[in-house]
């Protein structure tokens, strides 16, 4: 086959020689220089660097008008060109999702229309433009969360916590940023632990899953600079009947899937969804648990189907994994010096993985969640899944940026 790669994630995180044969398949991976910097030397491939100066598809686009070809897939394991790889297969009439159906992946707006069309219970929402036009009266009490609909690692969400000044804040916030009212929803806040399930689809059908519940939130990670982790615990039948009925209505059919729930009062509420791998350790921890590396799988799905689909059901997860990682985007100075309170963790024989940065190394300005640019990334099992949450609980009360 002839695969074209819409290449942004970085190669270790995907690994894509372990889902591709690289010498039976011809891959192009197309990604800008930092991208295309992360593929090994030696893999038989073709490497096209565009500009970034536009979306991924208009530049592919160009790149095929001067170079004309033909793929048998076209494929993006990045959450931010999903729609880009649809748009590309619609355009050059590639077998695999279609732009209507990857969109409901992608716009929290629609998914949630769509999981709410089934009677599964969402949180209340509404475009921002609706709210505007309002003036900020809303069908529920309490705060009020305003968020991209299509974004991702929670950038530029906000949560109001006082209704009585939402509107006006909102609407700050929107001027001071210039922000564009279109790109924008607003639904209620609901407390409550947040769970994320994560696996992989075929026709339609779940093959294999873990639920994983998060300590500390993706938004308290990335605007107030507070570590965040997440441990597997047992999925009951109730759960994945959920789980199956969401990604029904979302009609994600072939692929991985990245799910959150908010667990208000005991029971699911859904949160959104992805058709892709989760970040951070997601990858690292379920394949310790079950031997399951999901983007090879994902790969071999879109590429070919998947093999031995009967082992993947039978399969029984060892629990007891889970994850963790400190935000350097936040901290001040940018030089990283080290930790406080690290000794007896990073000596933990419960350890599986541990990776801090060197003292002396810059920190990233941007958010991110990948052990090799995070200040500290690490993985943990212990003997029983609650006994993980309590570990990593004590790991964030102890431990710091020095």
Same mark, same amino acid.
């Given at each position: 086959?002839?695969?074209?790669?819409?290449?942004?994630?970085?190669?270790?995180?995907?690994?894509?020689?372990?889902?591709?044969?690289?010498?039976?398949?011809?891959?192009?991976?197309?990604?800008?220089?930092?991208?295309?910097?992360?593929?090994?030397?030696?893999?038989?491939?073709?490497?096209?660097?565009?500009?970034?100066?536009?979306?991924?598809?208009?530049?592919?686009?160009?790149?095929?008008?001067?170079?004309?070809?033909?793929?048998?897939?076209?494929?993006?394991?990045?959450?931010?060109?999903?729609?880009?790889?649809?748009?590309?297969?619609?355009?050059?009439?590639?077998?695999?999702?279609?732009?209507?159906?990857?969109?409901?992946?992608? /716009?929290?707006?629609?998914?949630?229309?769509?999981?709410?069309?089934?009677?599964?219970?969402?949180? /209340?929402?509404?475009?921002?433009?609706?709210?505007?036009?309002?003036?900020?009266?809303?069908?529920?009490?309490?705060?009020?969360?305003?968020?991209?609909?299509?974004?991702?690692?929670?950038?530029?969400?906000?949560?109001?916590?006082?209704?009585?000044?939402?509107?006006?804040?909102?609407?700050?916030?929107? /001027? *001071?940023?210039?922000?564009?009212?279109?790109?924008?929803?607003?639904?209620?806040?609901?407390?409550?632990?947040?769970?994320?399930?994560?696996?992989?689809?075929?026709?339609?059908?779940?093959?294999?899953?873990?639920?994983?519940?998060?300590?500390?939130?993706?938004? *308290?990670?990335?605007?107030?600079?507070?570590?965040?982790?997440?441990?597997?615990? *047992?999925?009951?039948?109730?759960?994945?009947?959920?789980?199956?009925?969401?990604?029904?209505?979302?009609?994600?059919?072939?692929?991985?899937?990245?799910?959150?729930?908010?667990?208000?009062?005991?029971?699911?509420?859904?949160?959104?969804?992805?058709?892709?791998?989760?970040?951070?350790?997601?990858?690292?921890?379920?394949?310790?648990?079950?031997?399951?590396?999901?983007?090879?799988?994902?790969?071999?799905?879109?590429?070919?189907?998947?093999?031995?689909?009967?082992?993947?059901?039978?399969?029984?997860?060892?629990?007891?994994?889970?994850?963790?990682?400190?935000?350097?985007?936040?901290?001040?100075?940018?030089?990283?010096?080290?930790?406080?309170?690290?000794?007896?963790?990073?000596?933990?024989?419960?350890?599986?993985?541990?990776?801090?940065?060197?003292?002396?190394?810059?920190?990233?300005?941007?958010?991110?969640?990948?052990?090799?640019?995070?200040?500290?990334?690490?993985?943990?099992?212990?003997?029983?899944?609650?006994?993980?949450?309590?570990?990593?609980?004590?790991?964030?009360?102890?431990?710091?940026?020095?």
């Amino acid at each position: 086959m002839n695969i074209l790669i819409l290449h942004r994630v970085p190669y270790p995180r995907i690994e894509y020689h372990r889902g591709i044969d690289h010498d039976l398949h011809d891959v192009t991976y197309l990604g800008q220089q930092s991208a295309i910097d992360t593929l090994p030397s030696g893999l038989r491939c073709k490497k096209v660097i565009r500009s970034g100066l536009a979306c991924a598809s208009d530049e592919a686009l160009q790149w095929l008008a001067q170079f004309p070809q033909r793929f048998d897939r076209i494929i993006s394991m990045s959450e931010y060109e999903l729609l880009d790889a649809a748009r590309l297969r619609e355009a050059l009439s590639v077998e695999g999702a279609s732009l209507e159906t990857v969109n409901l992946s992608r /716009n929290k707006l629609e998914m949630k229309k769509a999981v709410q069309a089934r009677q599964i219970r969402v949180p /209340n929402f509404m475009s921002l433009a609706r709210y505007l036009a309002l003036h900020g009266r809303v069908p529920w009490r309490g705060a009020t969360v305003l968020k991209p609909h299509s974004g991702a690692s929670s950038n530029d969400v906000s949560i109001y916590q006082q209704p009585a000044r939402t509107f006006d804040e909102i609407n700050h916030k929107i /001027n *001071d940023l210039s922000l564009s009212i279109e790109d924008f929803q607003v639904e209620e806040f609901i407390s409550g632990p947040i769970r994320h399930f994560d696996g992989l689809m075929l026709n339609g059908k779940i093959i294999t899953m873990l639920s994983s519940e998060y300590i500390g939130t993706c938004l *308290d990670y990335m605007e107030h600079g507070h570590p965040l982790g997440s441990w597997h615990l *047992d999925t009951t039948l109730e759960m994945q009947a959920w789980v199956a009925a969401v990604l029904q209505a979302v009609q994600i059919r072939n692929g991985a899937f990245h799910l959150e729930a908010i667990m208000g009062g005991g029971e699911p509420v859904f949160l959104e969804v992805a058709n892709r791998v989760g970040g951070a350790d997601v990858v690292a921890t379920y394949e310790l648990a079950t031997g399951i590396h999901l983007p090879s799988h994902e790969l071999r799905i879109h590429i070919e189907g998947l093999p031995d689909v009967a082992n993947f059901v039978e399969m029984q997860p060892t629990l007891g994994f889970g994850w963790f990682v400190f935000p350097g985007h936040t901290h001040t100075p940018r030089m990283y010096r080290g930790l406080t309170g690290a000794e007896n963790f990073r000596a933990s024989p419960l350890v599986v993985q541990w990776s801090e940065l060197q003292p002396g190394a810059l920190l990233t300005e941007h958010v991110t969640y990948s052990a090799f640019e995070a200040p500290l990334a690490g993985i943990v099992k212990t003997a029983r899944p609650h006994l993980t949450q309590a570990w990593i609980k004590s790991l964030f009360a102890q431990v710091s940026l020095a």
